[in-house]
C-alpha cells in the first residue's frame, strides 16, 4: 500500500484558513455594543439611567459651550472604571475619549473641551462607559 502524499501548499492553506476562522470569531465575539439611548432633558440639572439593574445619575457643571471645558460627573456607586466620548448623530467628530477619576466622595470626574462643529450645529450626545456598558444622552450646547 503506498502512502498517502498531499500536495506541499495544503499545510499552509490550512494554516492559514484556521488563523482566519480564530480572528473572525474573536471579532465577533469581541464586537462592540450599540449605546443605549437614554433621555436627558437637561445635561446641566442632571439626569439618571438605570444601567443593568444600577441606578446612575450623570450631569455637568457650569454651562456647556464648544471649546470653553466644563465638568461632566458620574455617580455610578460600585463602579471600576468610567469613560465618555462625544458624537452627533451622522457627523464624525474625531477622537475624544475621557476617562472620568473617583473622588474621595465617590463621583467620577474629568474636564471636558468640546470641538466646534464646522456646520454650525449644537446638537450632541454624551457616550457613556460604565464598566462596560454604554449609554448614550442627548444634550445641547449654549452658543
Known amino acids: ?3 498517502l502524499s498531499l500536495p506541499r501548499w495544503l499545510f499552509p492553506v490550512l494554516i492559514i484558513s484556521l488563523i482566519g476562522v480564530v480572528v473572525g470569531l474573536n471579532h465577533y465575539l469581541h464586537r462592540e455594543q450599540p449605546a443605549v439611548e437614554v433621555p436627558c432633558s437637561d445635561l446641566s440639572a442632571g439626569c439618571s439611567a438605570d444601567i443593568g439593574g444600577h441606578r446612575i445619575v ?7 459651550r464648544v471649546l470653553k471645558p466644563f465638568e461632566l460627573w458620574v455617580k455610578a456607586p460600585g463602579a471600576r472604571q468610567i469613560q465618555a466620548s462625544f ?5 464624525d467628530m ?3 475619549l475621557y476617562t ?3 473622588g474621595p466622595d465617590g463621583v467620577f470626574r474629568v474636564r471636558v473641551t468640546l470641538p466646534v462643529c464646522v456646520s454650525g450645529r449644537h ?7 460604565v464598566d462596560g456598558k454604554k449609554f448614550s444622552a442627548p444634550f445641547v450646547t449654549q452658543p
Open 123 to 129: 446638537d450632541w450626545f454624551v457616550v457613556l462607559d
Open 1 to 3: 500500500m503506498a502512502g
Open 87 to 91: 458624537a452627533m448623530k451622522g457627523m
Open 94 to 96: 474625531g477622537f475624544n
Open 58 to 64: 450623570f450631569g455637568a457643571h457650569g454651562p456647556i
Open 100 to 102: 472620568l477619576r473617583p
